[in-house]
């Protein structure tokens, strides 16, 4: 249960975790003469692979409950945990948008799935963005392999591939591809996929 800010209480593992992250956040900030709003990745990075016991166990914690840590605040607040949640954000966004330049060279994006592609416009709070594939075509080694270069610039990040072709949606079983800076997961159902497709392959991206 929340206890006012902080879910573990005022002078809990939470509050600590928010100073430590705080403290490392003004100091990368400084160090790179920067402000949240032209921050990078390696931020993230920075926050989830420190070796600050308030930050490492708190993070460990977290990953063993499997729940993102979100923070019980008013919206005009301003303490660590808002600011690393907007630092996600425009992190997120940043990868959004390069997405979108590479698809709208394939493609068009239509939110209610009458194009080719639409990217989740939804910020989970996870190192990812969803990208919802109405035409088979966008799953060509072309454009994942551009898709996947873009991810050079976001460590610890992936792109999650889902195919969404209309008309399919009872007939096809779930399936799409993970798209990672060093490799490419691929869960596609070629049994269910037009003939010209069941043979795209991603080794070697």
Known sequence: MAKGRYWDGPEGAHRSYCVAVH???MTFM?????????????MLKEIRESD???IRD???????????VVPVAPADETGPGNLLAHVHELVWKSLHDKASEVLDAFGK??????????????????????VEVQNLQLLARAVVGKLKHILADFP?????????????EKTWPLMGILIFRG????????DYLPAK?????????
């Open 23 to 25: 403290a490392l956040m």
């Open 30 to 42: 400084a160090e790179r003469k920067i402000v949240p709003e032209t921050t990078t990745p390696e």
């Open 52 to 54: 600050d016991p308030r």
């Open 58 to 68: 708190f993070n460990h914690t977290m990953r063993m409950l499997r729940g993102p």
């Open 109 to 130: 994006k239509d939110c209610l799935g009458e194009a080719d592609y639409w990217i989740v416009d939804d910020d989970w709070g996870l190192d990812f963005i969803r």
């Open 156 to 168: 610890g990040w992936h792109i999650a591939v889902r195919v969404d072709v209309p008309g399919k």
């Open 183 to 190: 490799r490419v997961i691929d869960h596609l159902k070629r």
């Open 197 to 205: 497709f069941r043979h795209i392959s991603y080794e070697g991206l």
